[in-house]
C-alpha cells in the first residue's frame, strides 16, 4: 500500500454504562447530538464510509468505518468528537473496505 491511500479503521464507541441509551441525562443528549452532527460532517465529506448506533441487547454501542492519511489523522478525529467526554472508544485497522454501489 503506498503512502498516498487511504488507511481505514472501524471504531467502536463503548459507553460507560451498558443502559446508557436509555438512562442518556439532558447532558448526555446534547453530547451525542453533537457527535451524530459532528460525524456526519465527515461523512458528507467522504472520509466516513458508515456510522451508527448498534442495537446490541447487552449494550447499545456506535460503529463507524473510517478512511484516513494516517494514524494521527484518526487520533484528532477521535480526540476531537463531543463523545469522548462521556464514553470510550476502541478502533481498529481494516485490510481494505468494499465500497456498497
Do not use: C
Amino acid at each position: 500500500m503506498s503512502n498516498s491511500e487511504k488507511k481505514y479503521y472501524f471504531l467502536k464507541l463503548i459507553p460507560k454504562r451498558s443502559n446508557f441509551s436509555q438512562t442518556m441525562s439532558e447532558e448526555e443528549r446534547t453530547i451525542m447530538q453533537q457527535h451524530v452532527a459532528y460525524w456526519k460532517d465527515f461523512l458528507d465529506k467522504g472520509m466516513v464510509a458508515v456510522y451508527g448506533p448498534v442495537l446490541d441487547p447487552q449494550g447499545v454501542y456506535g460503529i463507524g468505518v473510517v478512511g484516513v492519511d494516517n494514524e494521527n489523522q484518526l487520533d484528532a478525529l477521535i480526540k476531537n468528537d463531543p463523545a469522548v467526554k462521556i464514553n470510550d472508544y476502541e478502533f481498529y485497522p481494516m485490510k481494505a473496505i468494499v465500497p456498497v454501489k
